[in-house]
Nanobody, 118 residues
Protein backbone atom coordinates (compact mmCIF):
# COMPACT_ATOMS: atom_id res chain seq x y z
CA UNK A 1 0.00 0.00 0.00
CA UNK A 2 1.26 3.43 -0.94
CA UNK A 3 1.94 5.63 2.08
CA UNK A 4 3.13 9.23 2.16
CA UNK A 5 3.60 10.72 5.61
CA UNK A 6 4.40 14.42 5.88
CA UNK A 7 6.01 16.05 8.89
CA UNK A 8 7.68 19.29 9.88
CA UNK A 9 4.77 21.69 9.78
CA UNK A 10 4.60 24.27 12.53
CA UNK A 11 3.70 27.81 13.54
CA UNK A 12 6.46 30.18 12.45
CA UNK A 13 6.92 33.95 12.33
CA UNK A 14 7.13 35.82 9.02
CA UNK A 15 10.63 35.57 7.63
CA UNK A 16 11.24 32.26 9.33
CA UNK A 17 12.17 28.87 7.91
CA UNK A 18 10.82 25.35 8.02
CA UNK A 19 11.84 22.05 6.48
CA UNK A 20 9.08 19.65 5.56
CA UNK A 21 9.72 15.95 5.10
CA UNK A 22 7.69 13.22 3.43
CA UNK A 23 8.43 9.58 4.18
CA UNK A 24 7.34 7.31 1.35
CA UNK A 25 6.66 3.60 1.45
CA UNK A 26 4.79 0.92 -0.47
CA UNK A 27 6.31 1.72 -3.85
CA UNK A 28 9.67 2.22 -5.54
CA UNK A 29 10.22 5.84 -4.57
CA UNK A 30 13.06 6.47 -7.00
CA UNK A 31 10.87 5.62 -10.00
CA UNK A 32 8.45 8.53 -9.56
CA UNK A 33 8.40 12.27 -9.96
CA UNK A 34 7.25 13.87 -6.71
CA UNK A 35 5.62 17.18 -5.86
CA UNK A 36 4.50 19.40 -3.03
CA UNK A 37 0.99 20.84 -3.22
CA UNK A 38 -0.61 23.19 -0.70
CA UNK A 39 -4.11 24.23 0.15
CA UNK A 40 -4.91 27.40 2.04
CA UNK A 41 -8.13 27.82 4.02
CA UNK A 42 -11.06 28.40 1.67
CA UNK A 43 -8.98 27.94 -1.46
CA UNK A 44 -8.29 25.16 -3.93
CA UNK A 45 -5.07 23.14 -4.14
CA UNK A 46 -2.02 25.01 -5.41
CA UNK A 47 0.99 23.33 -6.94
CA UNK A 48 4.21 24.36 -5.18
CA UNK A 49 7.13 22.41 -6.60
CA UNK A 50 8.09 19.24 -8.49
CA UNK A 51 11.25 17.15 -8.64
CA UNK A 52 11.92 14.43 -11.18
CA UNK A 53 12.58 10.83 -10.20
CA UNK A 54 16.35 11.14 -10.22
CA UNK A 55 16.40 14.49 -8.45
CA UNK A 56 18.23 16.30 -11.20
CA UNK A 57 15.40 18.52 -12.37
CA UNK A 58 13.10 20.72 -10.34
CA UNK A 59 10.44 23.32 -11.00
CA UNK A 60 8.58 25.65 -8.67
CA UNK A 61 5.66 28.03 -8.72
CA UNK A 62 6.51 31.66 -9.18
CA UNK A 63 5.10 32.50 -5.76
CA UNK A 64 7.77 30.40 -4.01
CA UNK A 65 10.67 30.51 -6.46
CA UNK A 66 13.84 31.66 -4.75
CA UNK A 67 12.42 30.92 -1.29
CA UNK A 68 11.48 27.20 -1.36
CA UNK A 69 13.73 24.32 -2.42
CA UNK A 70 12.50 20.82 -3.18
CA UNK A 71 14.88 17.88 -2.82
CA UNK A 72 14.82 14.13 -2.34
CA UNK A 73 16.92 11.31 -0.95
CA UNK A 74 16.07 8.17 -2.88
CA UNK A 75 18.18 6.02 -0.56
CA UNK A 76 15.99 7.14 2.34
CA UNK A 77 12.69 7.23 0.38
CA UNK A 78 12.19 10.78 1.56
CA UNK A 79 11.06 14.02 -0.08
CA UNK A 80 11.89 17.42 1.39
CA UNK A 81 10.77 21.01 1.08
CA UNK A 82 13.04 23.68 2.53
CA UNK A 83 11.04 26.85 3.04
CA UNK A 84 12.83 30.13 3.74
CA UNK A 85 11.53 33.65 3.96
CA UNK A 86 8.07 32.47 4.91
CA UNK A 87 5.15 34.85 4.43
CA UNK A 88 1.64 34.82 5.92
CA UNK A 89 0.30 33.88 2.48
CA UNK A 90 2.29 30.63 2.69
CA UNK A 91 -0.09 29.47 5.43
CA UNK A 92 -1.65 26.22 4.21
CA UNK A 93 -1.76 22.49 4.59
CA UNK A 94 1.18 21.10 2.61
CA UNK A 95 0.77 17.75 0.87
CA UNK A 96 3.38 15.42 -0.50
CA UNK A 97 2.30 13.95 -3.84
CA UNK A 98 3.43 11.05 -5.93
CA UNK A 99 2.78 12.31 -9.41
CA UNK A 100 0.60 10.39 -11.82
CA UNK A 101 1.99 8.38 -14.69
CA UNK A 102 0.30 7.28 -17.92
CA UNK A 103 -0.68 4.05 -16.16
CA UNK A 104 -1.14 5.10 -12.54
CA UNK A 105 -3.07 7.84 -10.72
CA UNK A 106 -1.37 10.28 -8.42
CA UNK A 107 -1.28 9.77 -4.68
CA UNK A 108 -1.30 12.36 -1.91
CA UNK A 109 -0.48 12.19 1.79
CA UNK A 110 -2.55 13.51 4.69
CA UNK A 111 -0.72 16.81 4.86
CA UNK A 112 1.08 18.90 7.44
CA UNK A 113 -0.06 22.34 8.64
CA UNK A 114 2.19 25.34 8.11
CA UNK A 115 1.06 28.57 9.76
CA UNK A 116 2.98 31.81 9.26
CA UNK A 117 1.93 34.46 11.73
CA UNK A 118 3.37 36.93 14.20
Amino acid sequence: EVQLVESGGDLVQPGGSLRLSCAASGFTFGNYDMSWVRQAPGKGPEWVSTINSGGGRTDSAGSVKGRFTISRDNAKNTLYLQMNGLKPEDTAVYYCQRDSTPSEPGWRGQGTQVTVSS
